[in-house]
């Protein structure tokens, strides 16, 4: 069976004056076979020899052969470059004389030439090969990590209701949950994350924080920068909604208390009138 989007070993069944026919099987029907044009054959190639080639379609929507490998086949994930932006979508290099296309809906952001970006390959409702930034139902979830490791990954999509999703190693499915989406993040950013949890399925959850002791410096540091920035007095204290919290400190409840109990310990901040005021010796 011919594969659209898939490297395959095929036969020599028939030389024409334009190139060969490639199939199955030496007596393969019109219809097992395809086109591999004359610029693409190897020299001395005959009837019977066995080539390995890549199936799409060409700019006439013909099934055709090449002995190219692309960037990307069909059930992989890879980085591509825009070649340019269109009136219907973006066209990727993907190393074939006709671009890849990357439909608008099919993108997570707006794209311009030159960009990289993360996409899966996939067949659309006309038997077309196209790319998607969309990637949660093409990444793999059998990832060599364990809880505590440290990866990088891409955002690939984010999401008012879970959080950040992100591509592992461009191939593995991992989520930053909502609570734990601490900051400002965009799509295409490269980060430096912690694994959480490897859940049943095999996907990864994510922080981009360091384990609880480890951040509680840096968090204290930055509270007390924002105290300072209050004129040494913040109008409220740690229990306060996490809605301001997050607002004011990019934090969650439980990490600015921890911050909060750190600079008490230090003695550089006090409690009183349910606010929180830097000591008058600092």
């Known amino acids: 069976m011919l594969r659209l989007g898939a490297v395959q070993t095929l036969m020599i069944v028939k030389k024409v004056d334009f190139g060969v026919y490639l199939g199955e099987q030496i007596n393969a029907s019109m219809d097992e076979r395809v086109l591999l044009p004359k610029k693409q054959v190897p020299e001395g190639a005959s009837e019977g020899d066995e080539l390995e080639v890549f199936l799409y379609r060409d700019s006439s929507d013909r099934l055709i052969s090449t002995v190219t490998r692309p960037l990307i086949t069909i059930g992989e994930v890879a980085c591509l470059e825009v070649a340019e932006v269109g009136k219907i979508g973006a066209f990727l290099n993907w190393g074939l004389e006709k671009d890849l296309f990357l439909p608008f ?5 707006k794209v311009q030439p030159g960009d990289k970006v993360l996409v899966a390959l996939y067949i659309d409702k006309s038997d077309r090969l196209c790319a998607t930034m969309k990637l949660y139902h093409y990444l793999k979830t059998s990832s060599p990590y364990n809880i ?3 990866v990088k990954g891409t955002v690939y999509e984010i999401s008012g209701n879970f ?5 592992v190693d461009g191939q593995f499915s ?3 949950p909502k609570k734990e989406a601490q900051g400002e993040y965009q ?3 490269e980060l430096t994350l912690r694994v959480t949890e ?7 959850t994510l922080s981009a924080r360091a384990k609880a002791y480890m951040q509680m410096d840096e968090d204290a540091e930055n509270v007390f920068s924002v105290i300072e920035e209050f004129a040494g007095v913040l109008p409220f204290d740690d229990k306060a909604a996490p809605e301001v919290i997050q607002r004011e400190f990019g934090l969650s409840k439980a990490a600015f208390k921890r911050a ?10 006090q409690l009183k009138d349910g606010k929180i005021w830097i000591r008058k010796e600092q």
Not at 105 to 109: D, F, L
Not at 198 to 204: A, N, P, Q, S, T
């Open 260 to 269: 909060v109990g750190h600079l008490l310990k230090a003695e550089k901040i």
């Open 187 to 189: 799509t295409g950013d």
């Open 148 to 150: 505590g490791d440290t």
């Open 198 to 204: 490897v859940k049943e399925d095999g996907k990864l």
């Open 105 to 109: 809906k099919e993108q997570t952001r």
């Open 163 to 167: 959080g950040v999703f992100v591509a």
């Open 174 to 176: 991992g989520l930053i």
